[in-house]
């Protein structure tokens, strides 16, 4: 389900590039910011209407009884609790209307915004991060400069320019088919091997090491075929884009599945702290990616982004062999978080 989930998260930042070249070269670049209106209008009124909220506390009633006589003799030495269920209380029907309310407020509302920020205390918040940062700086990266490569000589794509992102779409679909037939299955296959039947939540990011291995390769590919442009350079550029978008759909999905088994009480807060995370550095790298880009060429940055997401993969291998022993030192902060 996380593949699926994450798949057609990754598969926005390709389709929409496409899409919007074609709107913009023909109904004006007025109607794409339109066409992000009524779709975002869409999502807001479907959500509204389809998706009640969900966070619903019961409150738990039982009352315990101590049988034993109010002057126990000497011979009575233990007193025996027992336990006796009050009546289940009965709720109003959860009728379509009641789940219409936008939300349930249960208090602490500083607390809870602070809690995603304490998750940072966490090793494997940051390693997911780490690998979520690296891939999206890549694809940011790509996105920003892409168009402008294969609309110069001598490509020349003018309106079809958004094609360039053709590529990453099979990247990633390749990177949904991956996740979901082996992650689970390394995963059960090493609990089978374990001697008390169940295995390690790092035993699942092996899976994540091939692609990411995959993704600094495609980010080197990308920068020096940019570098070097040729009649037939844009099979490179579409090789490499799908190669980091490869990583960009199986990493995050194996460390998002990673998290909520190191962390389950807490994982809706550690992937707040994740999001947080990769929305900041999306957000920092348009600010100076087009200028270094025009200033130093392509093979430059890509070499130092593709540097960086290999010292991130890197980490995994440090996790694999010392995560248990990261899990185990944080404890108490999970508890206290």
């Not at 991956?178 to 990011?205: C, M, N, Q, V, W």
């Not at 890197?314 to 404890?331: D, E, P, Q, S």
Request: aromatic content about 16%; glycine content about 10%; proline content about 6%.
């Amino acid at each position: 389900m996380t593949a699926f989930y994450t798949v057609f998260l990754a598969m926005g930042s390709f389709v929409g590039p496409i899409t919007g070249g074609y709107i913009a070269a023909h109904h004006s670049l007025a109607w794409l910011h339109w066409t992000n209106v009524i779709l975002a209008a869409v999502a807001f009124v479907t959500c509204f209407f389809f998706q009640p909220e969900t966070l619903y506390k019961r409150s738990i009633t039982s009352e315990t009884e101590t049988a034993g006589t109010d002057k126990p003799s000497r011979e009575e030495k233990e007193v025996v609790p027992t336990t006796t269920a009050l009546p289940i209380p009965s709720y109003a029907p959860y009728t379509f209307m009641r789940s219409l309310k936008p939300f349930n407020y249960h208090g602490g509302i500083g607390r809870k915004f602070l809690a995603p920020y304490l998750t940072l205390r966490l090793p494997g918040v940051w390693l997911v991060s780490f690998w979520y940062a690296g891939l999206v700086g890549a694809i940011v990266t790509i996105s920003m400069v892409g168009a402008q490569i294969v609309s110069i000589p001598p490509y020349l794509w003018g309106s079809d320019a958004g094609l360039i992102n053709a590529g990453a779409m099979v990247g990633a679909a390749l990177g949904c088919i991956y996740t979901y037939f082996l992650s689970d299955f390394t995963t059960k296959r090493l609990a089978k091997k374990d001697l008390h039947g169940f295995s390690e939540p790092e035993s699942r990011i092996i899976t994540a090491i091939p692609s990411l291995a995959i993704s600094t390769a495609g980010t080197f590919i990308f920068g020096f075929v940019a570098q070097n442009p040729s009649p037939k350079g844009w099979v490179g550029l579409q090789v490499g884009y799908a190669m980091v978008a490869f990583g960009l759909m199986q990493a995050p999905s194996v460390g998002f599945n990673y998290i909520i088994e190191c962390y389950p009480r807490i994982a809706g807060d550690c992937f707040v702290a994740v999001t947080c995370s990769r929305a900041i550095i999306a957000f920092a790298w348009t600010f100076f990616v087009g200028s270094w880009t025009e200033h130093r060429g392509y093979a430059e940055p890509f070499g130092i982004f593709g540097m960086l997401l290999g010292l991130f993969a890197m980490l995994t291998f440090v996790f694999w062999a010392w995560g248990k022993r990261f899990r185990i030192a944080t404890t108490g902060w999970v508890i206290s978080t």
